[in-house]
């Protein structure tokens, strides 16, 4: 089993900045990828970022492309979400998730979620 634990959201005005976190814990070392999903209220669910264990390559949804940043932190199984110029539409629960499987990178088949960390962004 893995637990992902999300931190570092908030309220911020329009054009203002956030970084969230996300740890991982217990079978770490079966996890190949880590991404980042959210959900506002009323909408679906969509994909924000990901990456391979490595880091060596970043993938993001086309609504923060150039705005939002995924990174592994120094701890091997932790990454992060930079959000700059953030927009009220950005306002949703940001969940972190991880799977064994790279190719789930891009899916929403993750096996593992943390619970989520709201992000409210005004106007």
């Known amino acids: 089993q893995v637990q992902l634990k999300e931190s570092g959201g908030g309220l911020v005005q329009s054009g203002g900045s956030l970084r969230l976190s996300c740890e991982a814990s217990?079978?770490?070392?079966?996890?190949?990828?880590m991404g980042w999903f959210r959900r506002a209220p009323g909408k679906e669910r969509e994909f924000v970022a990901a990456?391979?264990?490595?880091?060596?390559?970043?993938y993001y949804g086309n609504s923060v492309k150039g705005r939002f940043t995924i990174s592994r932190d120094t701890a091997e199984y932790s990454v992060s979400l930079e959000m700059d110029r953030l927009k009220p539409d950005d306002t949703a629960i940001y969940y972190c998730?991880?799977?064994?499987?790279?190719?789930?990178?891009?899916?929403?088949?993750?096996?593992?979620w943390g619970q989520g960390t709201q992000v409210t962004v005004s106007s």
């Open positions: 998730a991880a799977d064994s499987d790279i190719s789930t990178m891009f899916s929403f088949s993750y096996t593992y």
């Open positions: 217990g079978r770490t070392d079966n996890i190949h990828a």
């Open positions: 990456l391979p264990r490595n880091g060596d390559s970043t």
